[in-house]
């Protein structure tokens, strides 16, 4: 059976979803205004992997991961870059779907933009203050009184005195509380017209919160089973979800919340600040994109993931040998669920999700493989791609030339100077070509049929 660790519960619980056979799942997706980072990716791989193993397990699945299109930030990189807003998100929407793509990510069933839904957002402020938690503040914003709604806290486990002892200095007038958020933004006459929406409180934008809120509710109802983002979300974002959603519609928001880990770099915090803020793309220029996905699935989903250099490498050489135990697998497989290897697999993914032991199966069928063993080749082939991983021709991958390499057919050449070499019995020189190749990173295999290569 499923087990799934809920934040809200502080603990890892059986899953039992609200109708069987069926998972409902909202995952918390981009601000669309610049190219997806390392924790863009962890999300995107992650979630990626849980709505496979939902799919694997049996569950029809209704999967949506949101996109914010409307955000301060957002408005001023169109302002700076002199575009408008379509123009900025449309354009780094098709970015991050050309890096989910890269990495194997699947597309979600419904990736909803917060600019086609604020009439379902300004319905939901219009309930949330006929049922006493909106107000307009002094300075024509709509905010949220958090001290009204009893659960505050319940998610991320921090208590309103908590709260008060660490709250700043709130620049905001006219809020009956510091720790009161924004429900809808009034319009400043400085604001592009693209980005000011009538309602019943004036012109103006919807705050973050409320978006995911509104768009949950509609596409999933308003009771379902996960949600889920990145561990920095679980405060304030999704506390305020919870008392948005549970102040308008009065009943349970979500019956399971899940957080990966941060990224982090060299064992620091990912940040601009300290000049370790990798993109998806710069990082695709130095790594195979399957290797990076191996990378983040190597590592539990809810624990701190290290990114450096010797752990990428490290990574390589681990999918290198799983994909070296392929040789001969071709064309489509199907797993054999009733095989030990797969039920200790199926055992990992149903305890919160375990990839680093479903990862320890494939290397075991790997030792299996590497001693002939046909069916546990096609056994792992197939249990990889319950990961997304493991799908391509393993010589197309060992082949795989990286940034500043040599080139595939500068090795060709090589290889067939060494054969001609050797044919002439000039093994000094078959030596040489072998041992330049071996410094490159290139390892030869000679067998009865010729002499094969792949990358180290």
């Given at each position: 059976?499923?087990?799934?660790?809920?934040?809200?519960?502080?603990?890892?619980?059986?899953?039992?979803?609200?109708?069987?056979?069926?998972?409902?799942?909202?995952?918390?997706?981009?601000?669309?205004?610049?190219?997806?980072?390392?924790?863009?990716?962890?999300?995107?791989?992650?979630?990626?992997?849980?709505?496979?193993?939902?799919?694997?397990?049996?569950?029809?699945?209704?999967?949506?991961?949101?996109?914010?299109?409307?955000?301060?930030?957002?408005?001023?990189?169109?302002?700076?870059?002199?575009?408008?807003?379509?123009?900025?998100?449309?354009?780094?929407?098709?970015?991050?779907?050309?890096?989910?793509?890269?990495?194997?990510?699947?597309?979600?069933?419904?990736?909803?933009?917060?600019?086609?839904?604020?009439?379902?957002?300004?319905?939901?402020?219009?309930?949330?203050?006929?049922?006493?938690?909106?107000?307009?503040?002094?300075?024509?914003?709509?905010?949220?009184?958090?001290?009204?709604?009893?659960?505050?806290?319940?998610?991320?486990?921090?208590?309103?005195?908590?709260?008060?002892?660490?709250?700043?200095?709130?620049?905001?007038?006219?809020?009956?509380?510091?720790?009161?958020?924004?429900?809808?933004?009034?319009?400043?006459?400085?604001?592009?017209?693209?980005?000011?929406?009538?309602?019943?409180?004036?012109?103006?934008?919807?705050?973050?919160?409320?978006?995911?809120?509104?768009?949950?509710?509609?596409?999933?109802?308003?009771?379902?089973?996960?949600?889920?983002?990145?561990?920095?979300?679980?405060?304030?974002?999704?506390?305020?979800?919870?008392?948005?959603?549970?102040?308008?519609?009065?009943?349970?928001?979500?019956?399971?919340?899940?957080?990966?880990?941060?990224?982090?770099?060299?064992?620091?915090?990912?940040?601009?600040?300290?000049?370790?803020?990798?993109?998806?793309?710069e990082v695709l220029k130095k790594y195979d994109a399957e290797v990076v996905r191996f990378f983040i699935l190597r590592a539990h989903y809810r624990s701190p993931l290290n990114y450096s250099d010797v752990h990428l490498d490290d990574a390589r050489q681990a999918l290198t040998r799983l994909y070296t135990a392929l040789?001969?697998?071709?064309?489509?497989?199907?797993?054999?669920?009733?095989?030990?290897?797969?039920?200790?697999?199926?055992?990992?993914?149903?305890?919160?999700?375990?990839?680093?032991?479903?990862?320890?199966?494939?290397?075991?069928?790997?030792?299996?493989?590497?001693?002939?063993?046909a069916a546990l080749a096609s056994q792992l082939k197939a249990l990889g791609g319950v990961l997304g991983l493991l799908q391509r021709d393993p010589r197309a991958f060992l082949q795989a030339a990286p940034a500043g390499g040599l080139s595939n057919e500068e090795i060709e050449a090589k290889v067939g100077a060494r054969?001609?070499?050797?044919?002439?019995?000039?093994?000094?020189?078959?030596?040489?070509?072998?041992?330049?190749?071996?410094?490159?990173?290139?390892?030869?295999?000679?067998?009865?049929?010729?002499?094969?290569?792949?990358?180290?």
């Amino acid at each position: 059976m499923l087990k799934i660790y809920n934040t809200l519960a502080r603990e890892t619980q059986a899953f039992v979803p609200i109708q069987p056979g069926r998972v409902d799942m909202y995952v918390c997706g981009m601000t669309v205004y610049d190219f997806c980072h390392l924790g863009h990716a962890r999300v995107m791989v992650v979630f990626d992997m849980v709505a496979r193993w939902l799919r694997a397990s049996g569950y029809e699945l209704n999967y949506v991961r949101n996109i914010t299109d409307i955000d301060d930030k957002i408005i001023r990189r169109a302002q700076e870059n002199g575009e408008t807003i379509r123009q900025l998100t449309d354009r780094f929407i098709a970015a991050m779907n050309e890096d989910a793509g890269a990495l194997g990510v699947l597309r979600p069933d419904a990736e909803p933009r917060a600019t086609d839904y604020v009439p379902q957002m300004l319905d939901m402020i219009g309930t949330l203050e006929k049922n006493g938690y909106a107000y307009v503040a002094g300075s024509h914003d709509v905010c949220y009184s958090v001290r009204k709604f009893d659960g505050y806290g319940k998610l991320s486990g921090k208590s309103l005195e908590d709260l008060r002892a660490g709250e700043r200095v709130d620049v905001m007038a006219g809020k009956q509380d510091p720790l009161d958020f924004v429900l809808w933004k009034r319009a400043r006459d400085d604001e592009p017209a693209e980005v000011k929406w009538e309602s019943p409180w004036g012109p103006g934008r919807p705050g973050w919160h409320i978006e995911c809120s509104a768009m949950g509710s509609q596409l999933l109802g308003k009771h379902f089973d996960i949600h889920g983002g990145g561990q920095d979300l679980q405060f304030p974002h999704h506390e305020n979800e919870i008392a948005q959603s549970e102040g308008a519609h009065k009943c349970q928001f979500v019956n399971y919340w899940m957080h990966n880990g941060f990224v982090r770099v060299d064992d620091e915090k990912m940040s601009k600040s300290l000049g370790n803020f990798f993109t998806i793309r710069e990082v695709l220029k130095k790594y195979d994109a399957e290797v990076v996905r191996f990378f983040i699935l190597r590592a539990h989903y809810r624990s701190p993931l290290n990114y450096s250099d010797v752990h990428l490498d490290d990574a390589r050489q681990a999918l290198t040998r799983l994909y070296t135990a392929l040789k001969g697998v071709d064309g489509a497989v199907a797993v054999d669920w009733s095989e030990p290897h797969a039920l200790r697999f199926k055992a990992a993914l149903d305890e919160d999700f375990g990839t680093p032991e479903a990862m320890a199966v494939l290397f075991d069928l790997a030792t299996a493989a590497n001693r002939g063993d046909a069916a546990l080749a096609s056994q792992l082939k197939a249990l990889g791609g319950v990961l997304g991983l493991l799908q391509r021709d393993p010589r197309a991958f060992l082949q795989a030339a990286p940034a500043g390499g040599l080139s595939n057919e500068e090795i060709e050449a090589k290889v067939g100077a060494r054969a001609t070499a050797k044919k002439a019995r000039s093994f000094a020189e078959s030596d040489r070509i072998r041992d330049e190749l071996k410094a490159a990173g290139i390892v030869l295999e000679d067998g009865p049929q010729g002499t094969t290569w792949r990358r180290a």
